[in-house]
């Protein structure tokens, strides 16, 4: 028996610490050994009911009594494991969008772990951490097509597309309000807040302009402070409401005593269409010059079409991210198509001076280490985002990037649209399903979203329910135009397209076929 607390410092040496994690690894291995799709999607109700038993108890006499770190191991691995899903093991859950880790970066992610740096302040000389965050940036901005490195002088990882939402109002709010102030007024959001900084800029509202804005920005707008009624709904159509209307847009920036935030929908996440098209981006951009708005592009997912080759098969959805780079502040999520592990966003700004008004941490002189060498090029990660000590989340993207450099990820996105498309050409095409938004829509349309239901309403009403209780493929349920959907997300690098969409096709006939049996 190992001791029952082998870590405490009395007891616990570098010898045994590193026995115990080899021997962990290994063991992990063998609990999740079966990778090639053949896990249910969706953990036993057995083994979530046993999971959720074998959770400590506050009315056991050995509450927070120490276990030991071997028979912890074994409890992780015996109860816990079995009751996780497989979004992360099989390249069937289209559910929300997850994406997956690819094996380099589920490597380099045990490496962060196991070296536990904290990139928060540059100090040269002390760890590389915060040059190679810089490197995976720099790898991003050329892998998406966004111009010089220098056009994207703040730059940095979040936990998700929600904390660089946040970051993008907050820099929004920041920037809208200073350009109102009287010229040598220094009554800024971040030194004054923001009831005062508006009352001396005059103005009365700051309206968040949008289509189909993801839930996560009515989220940013609460937390900054603007609330989630700034965010205004202007859609070109009912029929596509995704895409965002331009005129009444104008109309909405010229409103008196009201400034405004435009977020432009990269990837709307029912449709997974997008809010723009290939003239858009620069109407929007000299219309934001004119009135003093703020762009925002949230590509938490739609972003990577740019990574796409500019073939004729991708030329509609190159249209639909043509210009983005005009934008002022991009998100763009690292846990979904990137398939690096969670938790990782990606948040870009053009401009050099607002972030860091937002985000320096004052006054705490132990931590500006990279100011006092000066002329440093790469900025302390603190005084560029949220947090002040940061997980190391930036070296599986940089795992990733340097694995399958451009052509590989290029590879890799193809994939999954040409699945995606796959899956819509057949649901077009059935007797039993219909096509969502529009059957009429062009597949080159698609990118990596599809949305659909079923013909019959009482198959429609169980649709989500049916597919999924196959444990064999997991989708997400929806509610489109008022009616239940379902929704396809292939955002997975094990996406084999032959394989995947014979296993799709079968899967919805059958699911439709014991529809009308019963
Ligand atoms: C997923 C998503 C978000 C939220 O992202 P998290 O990474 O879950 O925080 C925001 N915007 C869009 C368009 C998304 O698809």
Redesign the pocket.
């Known amino acids: 028996m190992a001791p029952a607390k082998p870590f405490e410092t009395s007891q616990g040496n570098d010898a045994s610490a590193g026995d115990f994690l080899a021997d962990a690894y290994h063991r992990l291995r063998q609990a999740v050994p079966s990778r090639d799709n053949k896990r249910p999607v969706l953990p036993p109700s057995a083994a979530l009911t046993s999971a959720v038993s074998a959770l400590p108890r506050t009315d056991d006499p050995n509450f927070l009594a120490a276990r030991g770190a071997e028979a912890t191991l074994s409890h992780l691995l015996e109860d816990i494991v079995p009751a996780l899903n497989s979004q992360g093991l099989s390249g069937r859950y289209y559910g929300?969008?997850t994406g997956g880790a690819l094996p380099i970066a589920e490597a380099a992610d045990n490496i962060v772990s196991a070296l536990d740096q904290n990139v928060q302040v540059h100090i040269p000389g002390h760890s590389a951490s915060p040059a190679v965050e810089d490197a995976a940036l720099t790898m991003l901005i050329a892998l998406l097509d966004l111009g010089k490195v220098t056009d994207w002088p703040r730059r940095t990882f979040t936990?998700?597309?929600?904390?660089s939402?946040i970051m993008a109002l907050a820099c929004g709010r920041e920037a809208v309000i200073a350009r109102r102030l009287p010229d040598d007024s220094g009554d800024t959001v971040a030194e004054v807040g923001l009831l005062a900084a508006s009352r001396a800029a005059g103005i009365k509202q700051i309206q968040i302009l949008t289509s189909s804005g993801?839930s996560?920005?009515s989220k940013a707008a609460s937390i900054v402070g603007l609330g989630h009624r700034a965010v205004k709904e202007l859609p070109a159509s009912t029929e596509e409401p995704w895409r965002l209307n331009i005129d009444a847009l104008e109309e909405m920036l010229a409103r008196e005593g009201v400034a405004s935030i435009i977020a432009i929908?990269a990837?709307?996440?029912n449709t997974g269409r997008f809010a723009t098209n290939v003239l858009d981006m620069p109407k929007l951009r000299s219309l934001a010059d004119r009135y003093g708005a703020w762009i925002h592009v949230?590509?938490?997912?739609?972003i990577f079409a740019r990574a796409l080759p500019k073939a004729d098969e991708f030329l509609h959805l190159h249209g639909n991210v043509a210009g983005l780079e005009l934008a002022d502040s991009i998100?763009a999520?690292g846990?979904?198509l990137l398939n690096v592990p969670y938790?990782t966003?990606i948040f870009f700004c053009r401009n050099a001076s607002i972030p860091n008004q937002v985000f320096m941490n004052p006054n705490a002189a132990y931590l500006t280490a990279s100011a006092a060498v000066g002329g440093a090029t790469i900025q302390s990660p603190l005084n560029v985002g949220i947090e002040n000590s940061r997980r190391f989340r930036a070296l599986p993207v940089y795992a990733v990037l340097l694995s399958e450099g451009r052509e590989g990820m290029a590879a890799m996105f193809i994939r999954m649209v040409t699945l995606a498309r796959g899956i819509a050409q057949f649901i077009r095409d059935s007797e039993q399903y219909e096509w969502l938004p529009s059957e009429e829509a062009s597949l080159e349309s698609t990118f990596i979203i599809v949305l659909f239901k079923a013909k019959d309403p009482a198959l429609n009403d169980e649709l989500v329910a049916r597919i999924n209780e196959t444990q064999k493929m997991f989708v997400s349920g929806t509610v489109w135009n008022g009616q239940k959907a379902a929704r396809i997300a292939v955002s997975s690098w094990r996406v084999d397209v032959d394989r995947d969409l014979e296993f799709v096709k079968e899967l919805l006939s059958s699911v439709a076929a014991g529809a009308s049996r019963s």
């Not at 936990?159 to 904390?163: D, M, Q, S, V, Y």
């Open positions: 929300f969008v936990t998700g597309a929600t904390a939402n993801h996560s920005l929908s990837g709307e996440v949230d590509g938490a997912f739609g998100t999520d846990h979904k938790d966003g």
